[in-house]
């Protein structure tokens, strides 16, 4: 059993160190063995407050196993967030850890991937409840002062988690929109693959088409949340060095993505783009990413049957995607076609404004003027010198010339 551990006592915010994974994962105990005796639950069981598809188990034991290389990879400086994690302790015991990323490109956004706090946060007590809230306020501040280049910061959190919407709500994120993840089956692909695609201009993506992606991004979404995103134009370029990060874990995941557009040659811009990432060993199911210009929602049906054209070739596995509160004909589509909701989210998001630090003002108000400017008093009784003599003279010649001129 660890010691008891004083909330009185100050916490300590800090980088992530190797130690900390051993007291992070959880230790799963048999349930009848837990209720019956108290001292064969886990030690310190962290709750976690984001969607996110592995489990915390698994996402700890990822970070155990590829810790080296991602703490080496912070070293370059394209990839110095990726891998950014805080711990907060208390007496030498692990209270809580918080993931943030950045969100665009110029890292103006950033996100809140995952805040795990102790366990008392999910007791029902008023007192243990507060002391998780303060635990996990003061990471997220800890974030909000120290990543000075972040203006917003957006999260995402499962409209049943009763304790992240009151975290996130109290420390000052307000709705942004909510998300609907959708499945689609196997068996729910097979007749939407049948009938060609009517899309005769759909090209596949390349860095020169950032610009027009860029576009359709801007148009198919609300002017706040387009604020927000702050995304730009080299969000959709390539880099050749984050590029080789995700072939790596595309790589590590067993996944391929596979990545289209379609081309409206009149208006010459993009009306459609979907992403799709597909599991090569059928162990997770297929992730695509859907975006259609609000003018064109007819591509629906064309999009999704070239993608369930796509799946075809790799292990069946069920399609899953998003759709925003501010597209309806995606979700009256999905509806449609037999699309179950699998999860809701709320997406929120916050400003944030750092004080710049100006010099400290001295009042001038009570000074006299011999002590605010001391070299320019005289300091004795002026002495008459050639330069004053020379410009005496001039009168004194006048005045001869004109004793002259009176005498002729």
Known sequence: MSESVSPNEPLTIRPIHYRDLDRLVPTEAPKASAASDPSAA???????????????AEYLQQVRRWYGPLKALNLFPPLQHLFSVFVAERQGQPQGMIQVSPFNRNRSTWQVDRVLVNPSASQAQPAELQLSLDVSSQLLRHCFEKIVEAHTWITETNIGDKFGLALYRHNGFQPLAQITYWSIKPEQLLPLAEPEPALPNLLPVSSADAQLLYQLETVSMPPLVRQVFDHQIQDFRSNPVSGLGQRLSHWLQRTEVLSNYV????????????????????????????????????????????????????????????????????????????????????????????????SKSVSLEGLALPDVLPGLQPAGKPTPSHFSRSRQQPPAESSREATGASQR
């Not at 886990?42 to 915390?56: D, I, T, V």
């Not at 049906?301 to 054209?309: G, K, S």
């Not at 509806?335 to 630090?357: A, D, F, N, P």
């Open 42 to 56: 886990p030690e310190m069981l962290f709750s976690e407050h984001a969607a996110r598809s592995l489990g915390l």
């Open 263 to 358: 081309f409206e040659p009149q208006r010459k811009a993009a009306i459609g783009y979907f992403q799709l990432r597909v599991c090569r060993d059928g162990s997770a199911p297929h992730v695509a990413k859907l975006t259609v210009h609000p003018a064109y929602t007819w591509l629906y049906p064309e999009l999704m049957a070239q993608m369930a054209r796509a799946v075809q070739g790799f292990p069946a596995q069920a399609l899953r995607l998003a759709s925003a509160d501010y597209q309806p004909e995606r979700e009256e589509y999905l509806k449609q076609i037999g699309g179950v909701e699998v999860e809701h989210t709320l997406m929120m998001s916050r400003s944030v404004w750092h004080k710049v630090r100006e």
